[in-house]
């Protein structure tokens, strides 16, 4: 039998022969990221900015793909894109600074300020901040119609909480809808206005702005889905509605200056931003941000990602480290995987690059040995395949061994036998990224 150590070595050791070509981060950090976006671009088609810093100096920074399909218009460092839920850590900023000046409490409750909306006197202003509200995840048929901002609101009123509020925590949209709305209520601006001048002006982000429905946006990203292989326009989306979780759009080099702002004290105060980056649930969920995510390579991480008909972003503070990683696409590019793999380099890890995934047909009769609890990963089969957590993410066979997951080919699943011949390890990758995990003691 062999210990735990020499179990160990054998599967680091096991890691290096069973992934395909590996980058192991040179002295020289912009090489490894060049090769790791170009394969990002040329494998996975990612279609958007990245930018890299640490301690203000940008490490990397790139365009890549389209801006628009149809005129062959190039993505640039100067692109806008539009940040999809990144937008939310800047409704917390206003609201925060409205709490700085006096203006409003965290507890004051929403009927303060919407009367009218169900359960109003039972929510406060930090339930929904912090995803504690009930309030239901989000309204896309609606964000998506043409009604007037009147009707949707009338009809966003009739959509049943999740729970009571403040007994337990769940990701809203609507939640930051209504802080949208607040913010305007207070100080007697739009939205939009207020974010302007309050904050994209104090910050020199010159090259942000909150979409409307009629203005011109220029050097604006236009967005697409994938759709049977090949990428179509996305879908009609009412900016009068979809506001406050949503809306704000900005370049990558602008989210560096906002990334500095929160450094200091500009914006707001040390203790406006203990508040925003204090995390209040078991799901890390801070004002705005997620604070260490179980993603952070070990590093504190304050961050948030965001996705919606073709905007995919990414935005990721390592603070103690003073690193920026950021990614914005325009194509439903998996930007926070990516950014994952990018953040992964900057602190000297080895990353795979990405390659082309074939299916492959196996025998299931071993997938027997292969299901079971892997720490948090649930291998199921059902019939003839497998299943990744859910009945969701099947995963597809590229070897005997090794599978892809059917909604992103760039997470992988590897069985790893032991001695015996049992498959009590699996090594994941995630945007290149490995991680071992050993089955659960019980089974």
């Not at 949209?173 to 305007?184: D, V």
Request: a positive charge.
């Amino acid at each position: 039998m062999k210990n735990r150590n020499q179990t160990s070595v054998s599967l680091a050791v096991l890691l290096f022969t069973i992934l395909p070509t590996v980058l192991f981060c040179q002295k020289n950090t912009a090489t490894v990221i060049e090769k790791y976006m170009q394969a990002q671009h040329d494998i996975n088609q990612f279609s958007g900015t990245v930018l890299v810093s640490k301690n203000d100096t940008v490490l990397f920074k790139k365009a890549y793909g389209f801006a628009d399909y149809e005129q062959k218009i190039k993505n640039t460092i100067d692109t806008k894109f539009q940040l999809a839920s990144v937008t939310k850590q800047f409704t917390a900023a206003a609201i925060l600074q409205l709490v700085q000046e006096g203006k409003l409490s965290l507890n004051d409750p929403l009927s303060r300020f919407i009367p009218d909306y169900p359960k109003a006197n039972q929510v406060t202003i930090h339930m929904l901040l912090s995803h504690s509200s009930g309030l239901a995840m989000g309204f896309k048929n609606i964000a998506t119609s043409t009604m007037s901002a009147n009707s949707a609101y009338n009809e966003i009123k009739k959509m049943p909480y999740e729970f009571e509020p403040g007994t337990n925590t769940a990701y809203s949209n609507i939640g930051y809808y209504l802080l949208a709305k607040i913010i305007e209520s207070v100080s007697g601006k739009k939205y939009s206005t207020y974010l302007q001048k309050n904050i994209f002006e104090k910050a020199g982000m010159y090259n942000t702005g909150v979409i409307t429905s009629d203005a011109l946006i220029p050097n604006n990203a236009k967005n697409y889905i994938k759709e049977n292989d090949h990428y179509v326009s996305n879908p009609y989306i009412n900016w009068d509605i979809n506001y406050g979780h949503d809306g704000v759009y900005a370049t990558v080099e602008d989210l560096a200056l906002w990334d500095k702002a929160l450094y200091g004290t500009t914006l707001l105060s040390e203790k406006m931003k203990k508040l925003m980056f204090t995390p209040y649930n078991t799901q890390n969920w801070g004002y705005g941000f997620v604070i260490n995510p179980f993603y952070n390579h070990g590093h504190e991480l304050i961050a948030h990602d965001g996705g919606f008909f073709g905007a995919m972003t990414s935005f990721n503070r390592f603070t103690k480290d003073r690193v920026l990683v950021t990614v914005l696409s325009n194509n439903e590019s998996l930007s926070h995987i990516i950014a994952y793999g990018l953040s992964a380099l900057v602190f000297k890890k080895e990353v795979t690059l990405p390659y082309k995934h074939k299916k492959i047909k196996v025998n299931p009769f071993i997938y027997d040995q292969y299901k079971g609890q892997f720490g948090t990963i649930e291998i199921i089969k059902m019939g003839t395949k497998l299943y990744y957590n859910s009945m969701e993410l099947e995963l597809f066979p590229e070897s005997k061994t090794k599978f892809f997951r059917s909604d992103d080919n760039d997470r992988t699943v590897e069985f790893i036998a032991n001695e015996n011949g049992s498959y009590n390890s699996i090594v994941v990758t995630k945007g290149g990224v490995k991680e071992i995990f050993t089955k659960n003691k019980q089974q």
